[in-house]
Structures are given as C-alpha cells and as structure tokens.
C-alpha cells in the first residue's frame, strides 16, 4: 500500500506558476514510478506528468516545456513545478504511484487557473 499526499493547489491567473506537493510513504526507490494525474470537469483523467526511479520523465504534449517533475533526495516527495499556466490547465490533480503491477491515487489538489 502507498499513501499519496498532495499539497500545493489553489487559484492563479494566466501565465502564472504554481508548485505542487505530494508525499509518499513508499520512496520512489522501492517503488516504480511517481507521478502526476488530472481531471478537468466533464473530461477524463489523464497523466500530466511521471518520473521513474531511474529518473526517466514524461510529459504530456500539452504540458511539455511548462511543466516539471522532480522528487527530493529521499524520494518521498515528488513535485510538480507548473508554469506559464494556462486556463486549460484547470483540473483536479491526482498524485499517482506504481508499484510493481498496483496503481494508487492521492486524493487530489484544485489547480484553478482564471483572470
């Protein structure tokens, strides 16, 4: 089992930046992957951004060049640096682990992004 944690959501406007949070109670070196999910209103869930325990990062198409993932030294807590954001950025984000063939999910942060 792995206990996911976000932290870090809120409102800002366009061009903005904001930074999430989330900790883990497994370390990405015991497990496989962290990572980042969203949701926005009336659309599924889909991966923003993950990272690999060997370091191996994906993006998403719509976020690549604005987004950033990275884990601390422990590998506790990943993070999700966004910036230059854009209203179409506005979702729930899910914190999300892999380890071996189980998937969980924290239990999100608003990300609200208006003028």
């Known amino acids: 089992q792995v206990q996911l944690v976000e932290s870090g959501g809120g409102l800002v406007q366009p061009g903005g930046s904001l930074r999430l949070s989330c900790a883990a109670s497994k370390s990405i070196f015991s497990i496989n992957t962290l990572g980042w999910y969203r949701q926005a209103p009336g659309k599924q869930r889909e991966v923003a951004a993950v990272?690999?325990?060997?370091?191996?990062?994906n993006y998403i198409d719509s976020v690549k060049g604005r987004f950033n993932i990275s884990v601390d030294n422990t590998g506790h807590t990943v993070y999700l640096q966004m910036s230059d954001l854009k209203p179409e950025d506005t979702a729930h984000y899910y914190c999300y682990a892999r380890d071996g063939s189980k998937r969980y999910w924290g239990q999100g942060t608003q990300v609200s992004v208006t003028s």
């Open positions: 990272i690999t325990f060997g370091g191996t990062t």
